[in-house]
């Protein structure tokens, strides 16, 4: 018997596709999902708020008609992620559309709650919690989340400070449910590499940036490609949580990323000021480094997939 949720065990290429603030859209949530990893995106993405039920009928009607003309090779679950701080006062109301089109997956960000749990087991959906930390960790388990993103050093936007060795054995040696990691994968041997730490599944995002359905700039997605991992700067200031960003788009803001002050973590905002404070500071993970064009996302999966085959042969062989 299977330790992992139905959803989670009909994927047949273990990479959850990570949501991306501002630039994930149902575009490209949905060439995620038909290429056959968990696509995402953020609720707090959809602005006007009355904007995210039209995404999922959106998101819904295309996966629905994709899976009827492939039955054999239907596409993966999608998820949303819902910040659940406190400065969030979009959460009551997108928490219920998702009740509404039964999203599969919820992906819980910067605080677990129980109700916001039990809101998505209502209809069968299932919560996976990101955390930095085995004690943030536990908590999650213990108000309901069943499984666990474990964002290590490396990751993009808000990241983790642990060596992922590190992270994954320490939660592996209490629980036995999904685990998603993250933090600088960007190649299909990254992706075995986490499965052999323990990790269920790789958690993908700064690849995604520069892939034609990302709703980013074309000057943020030449950035990804044109940068490397001397180039991802962490820093706290932009929304007083420790977060990887591209300095040229900080030396854009006439800020010196070498330089950068501290912020005050109590000041944390994640409601529509950091939309508009985030519009041109660009997160990015450290495993850009790989990331040397920008093409399709379905092209940068079918990459990812014939490295994981690749790497596999290696060590086989």
């Not at 679950?77 to 997956?105: G, T």
């Not at 004690?135 to 990751?155: N, Q, R, S």
């Not at 000057?219 to 007083?240: C, E, I, M, P, R």
């Not at 000041?267 to 000021?273: A, D, E, L, P, V």
């Amino acid at each position: 018997m299977s330790r992992l949720p139905p959803v989670l065990q009909s994927l047949k290429f273990p990479v959850i596709a990570s949501p991306l603030f501002i630039i994930s859209n149902p575009q490209l949530l949905i060439a995620q999902c038909k290429a056959g990893v968990v696509g995402s995106m953020p609720a707090l993405n959809a602005r006007p708020a009355e904007q995210l039920e039209e995404w999922l009928i959106e998101i819904t009607e295309a996966l629905a008609a994709y899976n009827r003309d492939h039955p054999d090779q239907p596409a993966a679950p999608f998820a949303v992620n819902q910040i659940v701080h406190k400065s969030n006062d979009r959460l009551e109301h997108d928490m219920a559309l998702c009740v509404k089109y039964k999203v599969p997956i919820i992906i819980t960000s910067l605080g677990a709650r129980e109700d916001v749990n039990a809101a998505a087991h209502s209809y069968g959906g299932i919560v996976m919690h990101d955390i930095i930390n085995n004690k943030f960790a536990k908590k999650a388990i213990e108000k309901g989340a069943d499984g666990l993103i474990a964002v290590a050093a490396g990751a993009g936007g808000h990241a983790g400070a642990k060596s992922p060795f590190a992270l994954i054995q320490e939660i592996r040696e209490w629980f036995d449910g999904p685990v998603a990691l993250s933090g600088s994968i960007a190649t299909g041997g990254a992706v075995l590499a986490a499965q052999a730490m323990g990790a269920d599944f790789a958690y993908v995002g700064s690849a995604f940036i520069a892939t034609d359905e990302a709703r980013a700039s074309q000057a943020y997605k030449q950035a990804v490609v044109d940068s490397s991992s001397d180039d991802v700067v962490l820093s706290n200031l932009f929304t007083g949580v420790h977060g990887n960003y591209l300095a040229p788009s900080i030396r854009n803001a006439g800020l010196d990323p070498d330089n950068l002050p501290e912020s005050d973590p109590s000041q944390m905002n994640f409601g529509g000021g950091a939309q508009k404070a985030w519009k041109d500071i660009w997160g990015c993970g450290q495993g850009i480094g790989v990331i040397k064009e920008v093409v399709p996302a379905a092209a940068l999966v079918a990459r990812l997939k014939r490295e994981y085959q690749e790497a596999k042969q290696r060590l086989a062989s």
